[in-house]
C-alpha cells in the first residue's frame, strides 16, 4: 500500500506573526501544533512565559523582497500527519508557491482522505479567520484545491508530429485484458500459446500429449487461455479410417444439417456425419493482440501500478512498430520512471539500446522487466555505463509485485517528505525520518532532488563497456 499524500493550496498570503496566532485557535479545536508545542515545553522547562519569542527568525528567508518567508508546522493525529505550510520561494519544488498557503494530509489510509484533509483545511481556515485582524480577514479567499499533477514528460511523449514516428498512448484495462494478461503470466500458458499460434491449429490431444509429465498443469493452462479468451475452442472432422483431417468446424452441430453431413471423404467414402470429430484450438484476435510484442507483459506491469495507486492518466505505452523506445512511461508523483519489458532472457545485447533510450529520456529510475533472468553480463554493463542510480532489474514475475510495491511506496515517501521539507528546514529536525519511523518504514527515505536530472556525461562512461558496446547493431524487442 502507498503512503496517501493529499495536499491542498489556497492562494492566501499570511505573515509569520498571523501564522502564529492562529495555532492556538488550532489547538483550541484539538489541532495540537507539534512546533509549536515543543517550543512551549523548551520555555517551560526554562521557566519563563510561552509569550517569549524564541526565534527572531521562525522562517525561511524570502528569496527576494517580493517573496514572504516560509513557515510551518506539523499536526500528529491518530496514525497519519497533518502539515500547514506558508511559503513562496520558487527554489522549493515541492512546496507551495506563489505565497500559497497549503495543508495536507499524510496517510496509509485512503479511505475518506479527501474529505479528512478538507475538514482540516476548514479548521485552518476558521483559525486563520479568527487570528488576523478584520480588514485582513475580508481580503482572505480560501479557494482550496489539490495542485496539478506534472505530466509535462509524458505530454511530450503523447506529442504527434516531429521526426519521430513513435507512438505512445495512454492504457487501457479492461477486465478481458487484464484476465489475458494474467493468464500468459503463467510460462506454460505462454509456451502452449505459442505453439497453437505456430502451428496455426492444435488439437487438445496432441497438446495435452507432449505433456504427460505435466499433464494436471497443462489442461489447466488450456482452461486458463480458454477462459481469458486468448484461444477458441474448434473441432476438427477426421477420417474415421485413416484419420485424415477434413475440415474444422466452429460448431459441431453443423454436421447434423444435410449440407455437411452429407458430403463426402474423399479418403475413404463415408459420410462426413458418420466422421471423428476431435477437439482443438487456434488463438483467437485476443491472443494475437496480448502476444504480439509482448504487449501481455506492459499490461501486466501496468496493471500491478495500477493496483498501487498509480493513476492510469499517470501511464503510457508504446504501441510503436519499430520497438526502438520504452515500453511504459509514468510520471507519478513528481517522479519519471520507463520500462522496458523482455519476454526472455535480458543479455548483454540488450544493454545498448537500454542505455541509449535512457539516455534520450532521462528518466529518474529506470526499470528493466524480464520474464526470465538478467544475465550476468547484463547486469555488469548496467552498473556500468549508470550515471546515477543503477536500472532496477526485475527478475522473473512472482518477486515482481513486491518490488513494485516497494518503489512505489518509496516514491510517495520521498513525496510525503518533499511536502514537509520547509517545516524541516525551519526546526531542523529530521521530518523525513520520523514520517519514516511513524509509517513503520525502516528503509532509507529517498528524497526527491529539486534539480532536474543532469544528461550522462559521456566521458564518465566506462572506456571498457562503450568499446565492447559500440559496434553493436540497436537490437529489435521481439
Known sequence: M??????????????????????????EQGWIPAVL????????????????????????????????????????????????????????ASGPRGGALEVGLISKNPADADKRVRTFAAAVEMAVMTAVEAPRAQEMTFDWAPPKPDRSRIADLEAPGGKSELRFVAPKMGRELVRGAAALAEPLAREILDEISLAGFSRM?????????????????LDKLRRAGLITLEHLLECKK?????????????????????????????????????????????????????????????????ELGVPLESMLQNVSE????????????????????KQGDFTAGDVVGFNNRCARHRPQKAFVVSTAKVTPDAKRLL?????????????????????????VYAASLGYACGRLQVIEDITGYDVARVAAARFEEE???????????????????????TAKLRDRPIPQKQ
Open 2 to 27: 502507498m503512503l496517501e499524500t493529499r495536499p491542498l493550496t489556497a492562494n492566501v498570503t499570511l505573515k509569520m506573526h498571523e501564522f502564529r496566532k492562529a495555532l492556538p485557535v488550532l489547538r
Open 37 to 92: 508545542q515543543a517550543e512551549h515545553e523548551f520555555l517551560r522547562l526554562a521557566g519563563v512565559g510561552e509569550t517569549l519569542a524564541l526565534r527572531t527568525h521562525n522562517a525561511l528567508q524570502a528569496a527576494s523582497p517580493q517573496d514572504h518567508p516560509a513557515f510551518g508546522d506539523l499536526f500528529f493525529r491518530g496514525a497519519d500527519i497533518y502539515y500547514c505550510v506558508s511559503a513562496s520561494s520558487p527554489m522549493r
Open 205 to 221: 490431444r496432441d497438446v495435452l500429449a507432449a505433456r504427460q509429465s505435466k499433464l494436471d498443469a497443462a489442461q489447466e493452462a
Open 242 to 306: 485413416y484419420g485424415t483431417p477434413l475440415t474444422r468446424l466452429s460448431d459441431p452441430d453443423k454436421l447434423q444439417t444435410p449440407e455437411v453431413g452429407a458430403l463426402v471423404c474423399p479418403s475413404c467414402g463415408g459420410h462426413f456425419l458418420d466422421e471423428s470429430l476431435c477437439e482443438g484450438f487456434s488463438v483467437s484476435d485476443a491472443g494475437k493482440r496480448l502476444a504480439r510484442k509482448a504487449h501481455w507483459l506492459r499490461t501486466l506491469i501496468m496493471y500491478k501500478l495500477a
Open 322 to 341: 519499430s520497438g526502438e523506445d520504452v515500453d511504459i512511461a509514468v510520471e507519478f508523483l513528481g517522479r519519471f520512471w520507463t520500462f522496458e519489458v
Open 383 to 407: 552498473g556500468e555505463a549508470a550515471t546515477g542510480d543503477p536500472p532496477v532489474c526485475l527478475e522473473g514475475l512472482t518477486k515482481a509485485g513486491e518490488a513494485l510495491r516497494a518503489e
Open 443 to 465: 528503509a532509507p527515505v529517498r528524497r526527491h532532488s529539486i534539480e532536474p536530472p543532469q544528461p550522462p556525461d559521456p566521458e564518465k562512461q566506462s572506456a571498457s563497456s
